[in-house]
């Protein structure tokens, strides 16, 4: 099975209908599918939790969020840890890239996977498409 990388900003489409959505919601039922495997940082966590957060100012409510993070964990997405040994080459990526150092946890991750990285993130798109196979969803 195929593994694909996918940013917060991705899954963020499949609770939050935006523009592409339906494009996320394919990639998630790719994965339902067992087509691919998502793949993701363990980082991917806390900014799915920050972004839900900032949504909650649109009124939506506490049990919203426990509904959503139960459907996503329901996905069994593979959260990976930033290793001791990638800090390095993390800093020196983000920095080549005039990323932050989370986006660049992200594309480390594709680089070290082989995979490609799914974003709807345009700024980093463009940043990044040189260095990996990345998909602007």
């Given at each position: 099975?195929?593994?694909?990388?996918v940013d917060?900003?991705v899954?963020?489409?499949?609770?939050?209908?935006e523009?592409?959505?339906k494009?996320?919601?394919?990639?998630?039922?790719k994965h339902?599918?067992k087509?691919?495997?998502?793949?993701?940082?363990?980082?991917?966590l806390?900014?799915f939790?920050?972004?839900?957060?900032?949504?909650?100012?649109?009124?939506i409510?506490?049990?919203?969020?426990?509904?959503?993070i139960?459907?996503?964990?329901?996905?069994?997405?593979?959260?990976?840890?930033?290793k001791?040994?990638?800090?390095?080459?993390l800093?020196?990526l983000?920095?080549?890239?005039?990323?932050?150092?989370?986006?660049?946890?992200?594309?480390?991750?594709?680089q070290?996977?082989?995979?490609?990285?799914?974003t709807?993130?345009?700024?980093?798109?463009?940043?990044?498409?040189?260095?990996?196979?990345?998909?602007l969803?």
């Amino acid at each position: 099975m195929k593994n694909v990388v996918v940013d917060t900003s991705v899954a963020m489409k499949w609770f939050f209908p935006e523009s592409s959505f339906k494009k996320a919601l394919e990639l998630k039922n790719k994965h339902l599918k067992k087509e691919i495997s998502i793949c993701s940082r363990d980082l991917f966590l806390y900014e799915f939790t920050s972004a839900f957060k900032n949504y909650s100012s649109q009124k939506i409510e506490e049990k919203d969020f426990s509904i959503a993070i139960s459907a996503l964990m329901s996905l069994k997405i593979k959260f990976l840890p930033l290793k001791f040994q990638e800090i390095d080459g993390l800093f020196k990526l983000s920095r080549k890239l005039d990323i932050s150092i989370y986006d660049g946890s992200f594309v480390l991750l594709a680089q070290s996977l082989k995979a490609p990285l799914y974003t709807s993130d345009r700024k980093l798109f463009i940043k990044a498409k040189n260095s990996i196979e990345i998909i602007l969803i």
